[in-house]
């Protein structure tokens, strides 16, 4: 069966420094990728998505993610953390086949110290 | 355009209580998807539904549990006999395809909390 993990439940950077979080998948035939923001108490918005383009992909409020197969990894990064970036934030996968099915990483509680 | 809609937004049950979510996919959206989330977990699937249709029950508990998304009106999740770990967040999505690019759109979220 498929998994997604995410490395680090929480992570604490300074405010304008890099944001990196980690996404790493199972499987042998590479699945779509998506990473989802919940704020607190709120629903989920996607960031961004992999659907076998590009490798490196651009989301909203300034993300990226980059897809490398050789490692099995979609790692998220953001070159200068916000405040409003605080949130948590959910690496997913899609398999291709019951291609309607989301599976998800536990999820990285991303904290800004001022 | 509307977002999905889930209400209430917060429900309070007693243990033996039934508890009732409902969620209105987007407009043009036929295709509905519930997710539950436990306390420091990630989503869960729980079933898949096109209009009067269940396609994948799989991550539904067999028992006490039960989806519905009828012709007309939001879809349903029914839960009989509340027991305290029932308690989490449910998220309803919903997609105008099915297909492995297409993008869920989630909703804010039902918590529901079991006394």
């Known amino acids: 069966a498929q998994s997604v993990t995410q490395l680090g439940s929480h992570v604490s950077v300074s405010e304008g420094a890099l944001v990196l979080l980690r996404c790493n998948y199972s499987?042998?035939?590479?699945?779509?990728l998506f990473w989802y923001v919940q704020y607190p108490n709120q629903g989920l918005q996607l960031l961004l998505k992999?659907?076998?383009?590009a490798t490196l992909v651009k989301g909203i409020n300034g993300f990226e993610a980059e897809f490398k197969k050789s490692e099995t990894s979609f790692h998220l990064t953001k070159p200068s953390a916000h405040m409003s970036d605080a949130a948590e934030y959910f690496c997913?996968?899609?398999?291709?086949?019951?291609?309607?099915?989301?599976?998800w990483g536990a999820g990285t509680k991303l904290i800004i110290k001022p | 355009n509307a977002g999905v809609m889930q209400n209430p937004r917060h429900l309070v049950r007693r243990r033996g209580q039934e508890a009732r979510l409902r969620c209105s996919p987007m407009?043009?959206?036929?295709?509905v998807y519930w997710y539950r989330q436990l306390p420091e977990e990630g989503l869960k699937f729980m079933v898949y539904?096109?209009?009067?249709?269940?396609?994948?029950e799989s991550g539904m508990p067999k028992e006490r549990f039960s989806a519905e998304f009828p012709k007309e009106g939001p879809s349903i999740l029914r839960i009989q006999q509340v027991v305290r770990g029932d308690s989490a967040a449910y998220f309803c999505?919903?997609?105008?395809?099915?297909?492995?690019?297409?993008?869920?759109?989630f909703g804010p979220g039902t918590r529901l909390t079991v006394l």
């Open positions: 999505a919903s997609s105008k395809v099915a297909d492995s690019t297409d993008t869920q759109y």
């Open positions: 407009k043009g959206h036929s295709h």
């Open positions: 539904l096109q209009k009067e249709n269940i396609i994948d």
């Open positions: 499987s042998s035939v590479p699945p779509y």
């Open positions: 992999y659907t076998s383009a």
């Open positions: 997913a996968v899609r398999p291709l086949t019951l291609n309607y099915q989301l599976i």
